[in-house]
Structure formats: structure tokens, C-alpha cells
């Protein structure tokens, strides 16, 4: 049977007649990993620990004392922490840590019996647009071996892509889940900041960091967004406010609601196929009855410099805590305790998270405090207003997910600034907070996926969901397999 072509939901009602067992689907999809190393979408694999853990689904299963998630595979961004199992940040200073605890999203999915694959490659520190980061080599695009996945969650897009996985975490500090979503044809949803859990999820820039999911339909995300999200106590930034039933909500009638266009996401700098592609996509929902409008988001161009002062800035702050005192890697061969201290830190970070490390620290001295870090967070608030000020003509805005499809490997990595342009449509979004989704909507002269990009108000998850819900009813590009991974 093939496995690897069904639904989430479809692989839980095998699960749950007993069709198929857990174990029997975990060792189907941990030899679909093995023999497709190509991708380089995992960084490690925990095959004795997914078997033990699906043999405690196939318990819970034949108890009665299961859920549609009981027993299906998942696969985990390496920056969320998992018990007894590396935890690197796909970066050189931790490549030897071990975590101790499961982060909260990790410890929920458990509890609900899905079954841990591994953890997945991605840009050092979630630190880059492509996947070509990580201290363990680059990620591939399944739909085109030269083309990068994006980035920073690239291992886990190109693992569901390639349906090495049936779902996958990431997570979305400027655009990190919905880019990669778009380069590699599938659905991700980035919650509102506050909705998800960031506790045991390394920090990179805590007040934009957010947990989401990787799967190939809406329905899929909503099963497991919806075991994921929720207050807690162990994460100050958790809002505590009611999980609605996201899959119930998938249905939801969209008819007599309004689309905003923002004139800024279709000006100069959009690919013209990606362009034709969803213009088609709105006359689509035009059919569900939805209505469209034009809005404005004056603050747009302003999203990409501002979020490159306050990101690093907190990342400078968060990276501090690794210098090879308490865990990770450690220099050989020092001096003294500051000699360690360099040492370590040179040897172990990348030359991009050096970058933003050095630019964050830049901008929050003495000296540049006000002229930089204090003027990006007036354009924060702004930028959040422009969304206040849209979101009273219309209920969702719509737009494509990036400027380009794919782009190719190492064509990018000597250009920081391009690289930083391809988050030009996500950016915004983290800063104001809001949920997001990319779902597939065609594809390039190419033959490259193409991503739609929805953005909704706060804590609108379920509208999100149910409006990629059911463009996917009536539309086939999220069923659609990278040509060499469909057997």
C-alpha cells in the first residue's frame, strides 16, 4: 500500500480499523526516508525511539483509547527541543546537545500518540530564506534538486513535499514556514503570535518567533494545529484564550465575506506567472461568494528594514546564552576563560548568524539605540495599524506568498539583501502578529510550485484554515507529488 500518497486523516482511519498498524507505518516511512537522503531534509533520524513509540500507539489503538492522531508519524524542526534526542539548531554549538525536556508542542503531540520520526534540517538559528545555513549542508528543493526549498524550515517542507513525512512542525519568525511552504507546494500556517506554545523552542527573535505546521492540505493542518495550540502556563508570551474546534470550523460558511488585495503585493518585483496564478485563484473564491476589494498597506516597503534591526537585536540578546560554558560545543586549545568564550563562539556560529549577531548588537549600543532599534519599533506599530486600518474594509487579506518561485542553490548566499527580499510578503505579518497561510495555487513555466499567501486577523486560525480548506475542495495543486518521490 502506498502509504506516502494518503492524507493525515486518511493514514488515522487505516490506523484506527486496524488496517495497518502503527509500526508497520512508521517503518514504511522511515525507510522512505532512508532511500531519499538526497534531500538532506533530516539532520537525525530516531528510529529505535519512533518504534517504541508507535508499539505504544498500537496499545493505545487496540484500547479504544485514541484519537485520529494516535500512531501517525510526525517529524520536528530541529530547534524544538526533544528528550533524549539531539537538538542542534542546525547549528556547529550545539551539534553535541541533548535535550532534557520535550518542548510544550512536542509534549502535546506526544500525548495525543503521534510517533516522533526525527528532526529536520534548517537555517542555523531559523537565521535565512533558503536552507543553505545549516551547519549540516544544504536542503533540496524535491521538485528540483538545484533549487532551494526556502528557508528557514526547509528540512520540513521538503520532507512533507516529498512525502517523507505526512506532517511536519516549523516555525515562522518573518515568513519561515509560509516561504518554504510556497517553494515546495504545500500548506503552512504560521497562528497568531501568542496562539501556540514557544516554551522549549529555541529563540531566535522572541517577540516574532511562532510555532506552526507543515502538511500537504488544510484539513491536515487543522488536526494538528489544533492538538498543538492552547495556553500555557510555562510560556509567558501564550495567550490564554479558547482553541476553537478548527476542523469543525473548516466548513464554515465564507459566502458574503471580503478579500482585500493590498495594491502593494502586485507592483513591480512579482513574478508574472506567480501574478497569473493568483489572479486565478480570486476569481476562484469570487465563485464562493466572497467578495474583493482593494486595501492599501502603505507601511509594506518599510517591513524588510525594519524587521532586519529588531530581529537581530533580539537575536543578539537570545544567542548570548551559548558560549560553551553550560552545554554545546566548546573550543579546544584557549587561552583563559575570554579566550573560550571567543573561540567558541567563532568557531561554532555560521557566517550569517555572526552577521545578525553583530548587527543586533550594533543597533541596541549606546550610541544607536534610538537612531535604529527604537525608530523600527515605531514602524512596528504602524505597520500594525495599516493591518487595524485594512481589516475594517475586508475579513482576510490575500497576496501572493513570495516575488519568485524557487530559486537556485548558491545563487543567493554572496547577496545577504536579496536573500532578505524573498521574506518581502511574510515579513509584515510576524510583525503585527497576525496568522498566516501559503497554500499551492499553480505552478511556473518550470513546472515550480507556486504559493498563496493568506493573512488573517487575530486569532482567526479557523477562518484561515477553512478558506484554504476550500480552495482545496475545488482545486487539485496540493495533491500534486514531486516527479521521482511519488512510488
Known amino acids: 500500500m502506498d502509504l506516502h500518497t494518503l492524507s493525515l486523516s486518511g493514514l488515522g482511519k487505516l490506523l484506527q480499523t486496524k488496517q495497518v498498524s502503527s509500526v508497520e507505518m512508521t517503518d514504511y516511512f522511515l525507510t522512505r526516508i532512508g532511500n531519499n537522503t538526497d534531500l538532506n531534509a533530516f539532520i537525525t533520524l530516531a528510529p529505535e525511539l519512533a518504534l517504541e513509540q508507535a508499539k505504544s500507539a498500537d496499545k493505545r489503538i487496540n484500547s479504544g483509547n485514541s484519537s485520529l492522531l494516535t500512531g501517525v508519524p510526525v517529524a520536528y524542526k530541529d530547534l524544538f527541543c526533544t528528550e533524549g534526542v539531539q537538538t542542534s539548531c542546525g547549528s556547529k554549538i550545539l551539534s553535541n546537545f541533548i535535550s532534557p525536556y520535550n518542548a510544550t508542542i512536542v509534549e502535546r503531540l506526544q500525548n495525543a500518540g503521534m510517533v516522533m520520526l526525527g528532526k529536520t534540517n534548517m537555517d542555523e538559528f531559523a537565521m535565512g530564506s533558503s536552507n543553505e545555513n545549516s551547519y549540516f549542508g544544504a536542503v533540496k528543493n524535491p521538485w528540483n534538486l538545484n533549487r532551494v526549498p526556502g528557508g528557514s524550515s526547509g528540512g520540513s517542507a521538503a520532507a512533507v513535499a516529498a512525502r517523507l513525512s505526512p506532517v511536519a512542525t516549523g516555525s515562522d519568525t518573518g515568513g519561515s514556514i509560509r516561504q518554504p511552504a510556497a517553494f515546495c507546494g504545500i500548506t503552512g500556517i504560521k497562528p497568531s503570535y501568542g496562539r501556540v506554545s514557544r516554551y522549549g523552542m529555541v529563540a531566535f527573535a ?9 502538511a500537504t492540505a488544510a484539513e491536515d493542518a487543522a488536526v494538528v494545529l489544533q492538538n498543538m495550540a492552547g495556553f500555557d502556563p510555562k510560556d509567558s508570551t501564550s495567550i490564554d484564550k479558547p482553541v476553537p474546534d478548527f476542523q469543525l470550523e473548516l466548513q464554515q460558511t465564507l459566502s458574503g465575506k471580503t478579500i482585500g488585495l493590498p495594491k502593494e503585493y502586485f507592483s513591480e518585483g512579482l513574478d508574472a506567472d506567480i501574478a497569473r496564478a493568483i489572479d486565478s485563484a480570486v476569481e476562484l473564491f469570487k465563485s464562493f461568494g466572497l467578495n474583493i476589494v482593494e486595501i492599501s498597506l ?52 555560521g557566517d550569517e548568524v555572526k552577521r545578525r549577531i553583530m548587527i543586533g548588537t550594533y543597533v541596541l549600543s549606546a550610541g544607536y539605540y534610538d537612531a535604529y532599534y527604537r525608530k523600527a519599533q515605531r514602524i ?21 506568498t513570495t516575488p519568485t518561485t524557487a530559486f537556485e542553490l548558491n545563487s543567493k548566499v554572496d547577496d545577504p539583501v536579496a536573500m532578505y527580499l524573498n521574506d518581502i510578503y511574510t515579513i509584515t505579518a510576524n510583525l503585527a502578529g497576525l496568522p498566516g497561510i501559503s497554500i499551492p495555487c499553480g505552478s511556473d513555466k518550470k513546472g515550480l510550485p507556486i504559493g498563496l499567501q493568506l493573512i488573517g486577523k487575530y486569532f482567526d486560525e479557523s477562518g484561515l484554515l477553512a478558506m484554504a480548506h476550500q480552495f482545496q475542495q475545488h482545486t487539485d495543486f496540493h495533491k500534486q507529488i514531486p516527479t521521482g518521490y511519488q512510488a
Open 298 to 349: 502603505p507601511k509594506s516597503e518599510l517591513g524588510i528594514p525594519c524587521y532586519y534591526v529588531i530581529a537581530p537585536a533580539e537575536a543578539s540578546s537570545n544567542l548570548s546564552r551559548f558560549d560553551g560554558v553550560r552545554y554545546g560545543y566548546r573550543s579546544e586549545h584557549t587561552d583563559d576563560l575570554v579566550d573560550m568564550y571567543r573561540r567558541t563562539r567563532s568557531e561554532g556560529f
Open 380 to 400: 512596528r506599530r504602524m505597520i500594525a495599524e495599516d493591518f487595524d486600518n485594512a481589516f475594517k474594509q475586508c475579513d482576510f487579506i490575500l497576496g501572493p
Open 206 to 214: 522572541s517577540s516574532l518567533d511562532q510555532a506552526g505546521v507543515f
